[in-house]
C-alpha cells in the first residue's frame, strides 16, 4: 500500500468521535480522557501502517530504535489533541493552561489591516489558534481544511461550532477557488491559517533535509505567500501532557515578495528556512509529530517545482503569472 496520506482511511471515524464527544460533553474532560487508552490499544493492535511510520519516525528523532511503549505514547498523544478539540472547538478554553509566546508580533501584523497567513504543520494541535479567539474577539479566523478527506472531523466540527465550521476554507477545491477564498479573506484583514508539512497527489513539492533525510515539502503555500505578499508567520501548537499546551508563534517575513527571475532561488531557501524551524520543534515535542505515513517516501506522488516557477521571460502580467505558477504547483486541485 502507498503511504500517501491521501490513501489512509480515517481512524475510528465517525463513530469514534460521536463516542468521544459524548462522554466529553456529558462526563467532563477527566472521563473521556479514560478512552485514550482503549484507542490507543486499538491503533496499536489494527493499524499496522501507523504504527510501523511512527516506529520509524521515533527512530529517527529519539536516534535509537524504537519501543512499544514509544509508539503508544506517541498514538496516546494523538489521540489526546483529537479529544481536546471537543473542548477547544466548543470554545470552552477554561479547562487547559495554554501558553502563548510571540504574540506581539503577530498583534503587529493583524494591526496593519491587511491579513496573515500564519502556517503550521501536522505538529500538535493547530486548534489552540482558537485562543486568539479570547484576545481579539472581533478577528476573523480562516483555517484551510481538507473536508473531503476528514468528513468525520467535518461533521464534528459543523455539530460543535456551526460558525466556525462556516469559516472553514474547503481544500478539497480545485486550486483557483482556494486561491480566491485565501485572497479575499486576507484583503478582508482576516488572519488565514494553513497547514504547510504536507503534499497533495501531483502537487510540486521540493526535497529538503529533515531529521537526516530529504523529505518533500509543498511549493504551493510559498508561491501563494509571494502572490498575496502579506506577513507570514509561523505556529506552532505542542501539547505537553495533562491540559497543558504551548502556542507558538514566530514572525517569518513582514510579506514575501519574489520576482520571477529569483523565484528558483528564493523559494527553495523560504522553504528550508521554515523547515530548520519545524525540525527544531519537532525534536522540541517529538510525540507531537501527527504524520502516520511514510513522510519520506512521499516523493513519487509530487512533481517537479521548476515546473511552475517561470523564469523572467514569461509573457503575460506579473499577477496573473504568478497566479498561475500557484495553480500548477497546487496540482490544479485538491
Do not use: C
Request: hydrophobic share 45%; charged share 25%; aromatic share 10%.
Amino acid at each position: 500500500m502507498s503511504g500517501h496520506w491521501k490513501q489512509r482511511r480515517e481512524g475510528g471515524g465517525w463513530f469514534a468521535l460521536w463516542l468521544l464527544r459524548s462522554v466529553s460533553l456529558r462526563g467532563g474532560r477527566g472521563l473521556a480522557r479514560l478512552l485514550l487508552y482503549p484507542i490507543t490499544l486499538y491503533f496499536l493492535a489494527r493499524r499496522t501502517e501507523e504504527r510501523r511510520d511512527s516506529r520509524a519516525y521515533l527512530r529517527r528523532v529519539l536516534g535509537r530504535p524504537a519501543r512499544l511503549g514509544d509508539v503508544a505514547r506517541h498514538i496516546h498523544t494523538f489521540a489526546a489533541t483529537i479529544l481536546d478539540r471537543v473542548f477547544l472547538l466548543g470554545g470552552d478554553m477554561r479547562r487547559f493552561d495554554i501558553r502563548v509566546s510571540g504574540l506581539e508580533s503577530l498583534h503587529a501584523a493583524l494591526d496593519r489591516g491587511q491579513g496573515v497567513l500564519v502556517f503550521g504543520s501536522h505538529l500538535g494541535s493547530f486548534e489552540v489558534l482558537r485562543v486568539l479567539g479570547r484576545q481579539r474577539p472581533e478577528q476573523q479566523i480562516r483555517v484551510v481544511l481538507d473536508k473531503a478527506h476528514s468528513p468525520a472531523v467535518t461533521q464534528l466540527l459543523d455539530a460543535l461550532n456551526p460558525d466556525i465550521a462556516a469559516s472553514v476554507i474547503d481544500a478539497s477545491q480545485d486550486g483557483p477557488a482556494i486561491m480566491f477564498e485565501i485572497q479575499k479573506a486576507a484583503s478582508e484583514g482576516a488572519l488565514v491559517a494553513l497547514l504547510v508539512d504536507r503534499i497533495q497527489p501531483g502537487e510540486a513539492s521540493l526535497g529538503v533535509p529533515f531529521l537526516g533525510d530529504e523529505a518533500p515539502f509543498p511549493v504551493a503555500p510559498w508561491l501563494l505567500a509571494a502572490v498575496l505578499q502579506v506577513p507570514v508567520q509561523l505556529a506552532f501548537g505542542l501539547y505537553r501532557g495533562g491540559n497543558r499546551y504551548d502556542l507558538v508563534f514566530e514572525p517569518f517575513s513582514d510579506g514575501v515578495a519574489i520576482p520571477r527571475r529569483e523565484r528558483a532561488a528564493a523559494v527553495p531557501a523560504l522553504i528550508r528556512r521554515y523547515v530548520a524551524r519545524l525540525e527544531h520543534h519537532v525534536r522540541d515535542a517529538p510525540y507531537n509529530w501527527f504524520n502516520f505515513y511514510d513522510f519520506w517516501g512521499d516523493r513519487e506522488h509530487s512533481r517537479n517545482p521548476h515546473e511552475s516557477m517561470p523564469d523572467a521571460g514569461a509573457a503575460g502580467a506579473a499577477g496573473g503569472d504568478d497566479r498561475a505558477a500557484f495553480q500548477r504547483a497546487a496540482g490544479g486541485g485538491r
